[in-house]
């Protein structure tokens, strides 16, 4: 089976409330999820998330391979783009056709893509949190009353701008969270908003309050003597990695310990987050968490990662963004309502523009 072509679609979630973090916040609640469609001459499409604006760009390191050789063609991609740097925007284009290839090399196998990454179960351990920066008070509470109610734990919260509003809001989660454990696991999430000191000294004012499992992205993603200086001065774990593009960028965090928790962003990709995985392994950090957003299928009580739990959220495909290669040799025209562009046996390209609908 090889690759032939793509589509590019773009999802709406619509989160039904304000999301967003301490760098910005989206009141609308709703949010595109771009979507990459790899296809291949064996009638499976496979199917990665994020943004990838450079797929005309990275398109031909794939094209004509053989999906399985999935690491094979993460390293091709890698060099196909190395003399310009593959970090950054262009690390998203190689994330979403490597989450493509890991889903068509599982469905070829024809199994989940669990079992094909060697796990033992589709279930992990999570935490509840929500993107919930915009929240009021009461929405917040309200909102991990309903994580609660599903028998979670572990909850993160985002702060970074009021230490004082931070330090509630910890104490709320864990008052909510106390009907399913005496010792709920509590982290807090700055997304790099302080700098080295505000840490250091807002950590030491969070501890008189509560016991933190771990300060998420404390500083700048690329401070490693700042996380170090913070994670010898603070007796909460230090989290990071998730915004970083490419696997050399956690060599100066490791190399100083300024990395507790290590972590990858989910849009980075399955081989990222494996290699990640592996280095942390190798320097004996303590774990490892991704970021995923209302995956189909869920969580049970207590698993799942961020997810959006909020009743009626859901995906829409809606528009087309940009099609493969193959549509533009070949000629336009109104076909099927099967998409969005795509190539015919013959290569031509095929428009479709009726709306989909995902969970
Ligand atoms: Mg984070």
Redesign the pocket.
């Known amino acids: 089976m090889k690759i032939t072509g793509y589509r590019s679609l773009t999802a709406f979630h619509d989160w039904q409330r304000p999301v967003g973090d301490v760098n910005g916040i989206v009141e609308s609640g709703i949010t595109e999820v771009p979507v990459l469609l790899l296809e291949t001459d064996g009638g499976l499409t496979g199917i990665g998330l994020g943004l990838h604006r450079e797929i005309d760009r990275l398109f031909p390191a794939v094209e004509g391979a053989d999906p399985r050789g999935v690491a094979t063609l993460y390293d091709a991609m890698l060099s196909h783009v190395f003399k310009s740097g593959h970090a950054g925007a262009t690390f998203g284009t190689i994330a979403a056709v490597d989450m493509a290839l890991w889903d068509l090399k599982a469905k070829m196998a024809e199994e989940p893509l669990w079992r094909t990454l060697g796990a033992g179960d589709r279930f992990v351990s999570g935490y509840a949190s929500g993107l919930c920066y915009g929240l009021d008070d009461a929405a917040f509470a309200a909102h991990y009353g309903q994580w609660a109610e599903r028998g979670f734990t572990a909850a993160k919260i985002k702060g970074g701008r009021d230490l004082d509003r931070d330090i509630a809001r910890l104490e709320t989660a864990r008052e909510i969270l106390s009907r399913n454990t005496s010792r709920p696991a509590l982290m807090l999430?700055v997304?790099e908003a302080w700098n080295t000191k505000q840490a250091i000294r807002h950590l030491a004012e969070i501890a008189k309050h509560v016991d933190l499992t771990w300060i998420?992205?404390p500083v700048r993603r690329w401070d490693s003597a700042g996380h170090a200086r913070i994670a010898r001065a603070a007796k909460t774990a230090v989290a990071t990695g998730?915004n970083l593009t490419g696997l050399e960028q956690y060599a100066p965090l490791f190399d100083a310990g300024a990395v507790d928790i290590v972590q990858a962003g989910s849009v980075w990709g399955i081989t990222h987050f494996l290699r990640v995985a592996m280095a942390a392994h190798s320097r004996g950090a303590a774990g490892l968490a991704g970021r995923l957003q209302r995956q189909p299928g869920g969580a049970r009580g207590g698993g799942g990662a961020e997810h959006d739990r909020d009743r009626g959220a859901g995906l829409r495909l809606s528009r087309r963004v940009r099609r493969g290669p193959a549509d533009r040799r070949g000629r336009h025209r109104a076909g099927r309502p099967s998409g969005s562009w795509h190539r015919d046996r013959r290569g031509r390209g095929r428009q479709c523009s009726r709306r989909h609908r995902l969970g």
């Open positions: 999430d997304n998420e992205e998730e």
